[in-house]
């Protein structure tokens, strides 16, 4: 149980390292699964909710807040919600594509569902992909 939780935090607070983290503490590919995405999804949930203060403190520590904002708003209009939501749990990670995301002013709801989405495929074709490669490495 306490290598779940450790893996679960691990993904709350850093997303996808903790999928090997579980593997290196010998956990069921499964187990390591559930614990990164429940993690994960928590911090994401966290994160969203608090948006506003986070939006604030991002704008105030930004040199220049208009071209980071075009920058994103760019990546944004090309691939909307979704795009963030399926491609930021990679990259750059849950925590910063959520506070990205709440800083540029996104529709919460639909952030949450698209990362929640991506975070569930994505963690489980890493930790699927990892177990294999334990398997065929032998490591």
Same mark, same amino acid.
């Given at each position: 149980? $306490?290598?779940?939780?450790?893996?679960?935090?691990?993904?709350?607070?850093? @997303?996808?390292?903790?999928?090997?983290? =579980?593997?290196?503490?010998?956990?069921?590919?499964?187990?390591?699964?559930?614990?990164?995405?429940? @993690? +994960?999804?928590?911090?994401?949930?966290? %994160?969203?909710? &608090?948006?506003? !203060?986070?939006?604030? %403190?991002?704008?105030? /520590?930004?040199?220049?807040?208009? +071209? +980071?904002?075009?920058?994103?708003?760019?990546?944004? =209009? /090309?691939?909307? &919600?979704? @795009? *963030?939501? *399926?491609? =930021?749990?990679? %990259?750059? !990670? &849950?925590?910063?594509? &959520?506070?990205? #995301?709440? +800083?540029? =002013?996104?529709?919460?709801?639909? *952030?949450?569902?698209?990362? $929640?989405?991506?975070?569930? !495929? *994505?963690?489980?074709?890493?930790?699927? #992909?990892?177990?294999?490669?334990?398997?065929? $490495?032998?490591?």
């Amino acid at each position: 149980m $306490t290598d779940f939780v450790i893996v679960a935090v691990t993904a709350l607070l850093s @997303g996808g390292f903790a999928i090997p983290l =579980g593997f290196l503490l010998d956990m069921p590919a499964l187990q390591v699964y559930l614990a990164a995405v429940l @993690g +994960a999804v928590v911090g994401m949930v966290v %994160f969203a909710f &608090v948006g506003g !203060g986070i939006r604030r %403190f991002a704008v105030s /520590r930004m040199k220049d807040p208009e +071209a +980071a904002e075009e920058r994103v708003s760019g990546l944004l =209009g /090309r691939w909307g &919600v979704r @795009g *963030l939501g *399926l491609i =930021g749990p990679i %990259f750059p !990670g &849950v925590t910063v594509s &959520v506070i990205v #995301g709440m +800083a540029i =002013g996104v529709d919460r709801n639909q *952030l949450i569902r698209w990362m $929640t989405i991506g975070i569930l !495929g *994505l963690y489980a074709a890493y930790t699927v #992909g990892l177990a294999v490669l334990i398997e065929l $490495t032998g490591v």
